[in-house]
């Protein structure tokens, strides 16, 4: 005949199955514990080796760069960004090359992500601005970065650029940029290749078309590695005469009402003066030519000649858009000219 267990029985028996259990699901939860600090303590070994190879690099570039006469200066670097980067912190950066151009900063991030060991991305905080010669440009950004691509025994060879919020020059008077996108790359040891996009340009003065740029962008490459001894002068003459030149190959615009777009290749002529030639591309100029007028900078005269010329030179837009005009654009003897009308005169460039 059946007998039921006691309640005290019971409750001894369920004791004595989960007490296996319980010894178990300790030793996981302690092996779990143990896993994760081992998982923890080489996460951050990485990140201790990988800022310890960024500190080695930054020693090495910077003994280069002063070798051929380039100033850089930086506080003590501080490191961070554990455990999901190895970032190295620069505060009072500041460059200056031999050819008077100069970048400083509040401060420069450097980050390294162990998931992308092949892209520097750096930072730059705070106040910052740039100089070329005696000339100093002020500028901040919302957010500002540039990506630089590593490889283990070669130099960079590319590094893109992007910001937004950008505000160039004082406060009073400053040029505002929504987005900036930018790209360098050298391909070659003899060819550097250079785009960059702008969008959203305020302007802080009116202008015949309005103060707002809704887009510029530029494609453009050097040819001819310029040399890294000798004066400015002779560096510049020995890329002259080694072929060298600057291709445009696409420059295009839209402002207002107007779109235009620009292709041309330039070289140093016999007095290391810019010489070139290429065309230009303009929709909708009876528009460009009415606001010069209202601005007083086109004589009406001139403007009634050029109205007159204008059909003849226009050809329809095969999407159905204004009318295209087409012209050679020319610099020579430091004159620009379109469609061999002179525009005047651009300063000489003074090598020193």
Known sequence: MYQSQSPRSAARQRRRIERPRRRRGGRLLLGLVLLLAVLGGGHY??????????EQGLDQWTALRRAQGWEIAHAPPRRGGWPFAARLTLADWRIAGPQGLAWQADALDAELRPTALDRLVLRPQGRQALRLGATTLPFTAEDLQATLA???????????????GLRLGPADAAVVIDRLSGELATPGPAETGLTLALEGVVLPLQTPLGPR???ATLDAALNGAPPVSGTPAERAA??????GALELRGLTL??????????????????????????????NAPRLLDALVQAGMVPQRSAGMARAILPLMQRPDPNGGAPQLEVPVSLENRAISVARLNLGRIPAIEWK
């Not at 590593?150 to 937004?164: E, I, N, Q, W």
């Not at 020995?238 to 072929?243: N, Y």
């Not at 402002?255 to 003066?273: G, P, R």
Request: glycine content about 8%.
């Open 45 to 54: 070994a990485l990140w201790s080796f990988l800022l310890g190879r960024m």
């Open 150 to 164: 590593l490889s283990a025994d070669a130099p960079p060879d590319r590094a893109s650029l992007d910001g937004r």
């Open 213 to 215: 740029i809704e887009s």
């Open 238 to 243: 020995r890329w002259r005469d080694a072929g």
């Open 254 to 283: 839209r402002w207002s009402e107007i779109a235009a777009s620009a292709a041309a290749t330039f070289a140093l002529d016999a007095n290391l003066q810019p010489v070139g030639a290429g065309t230009l591309r303009l929709a």
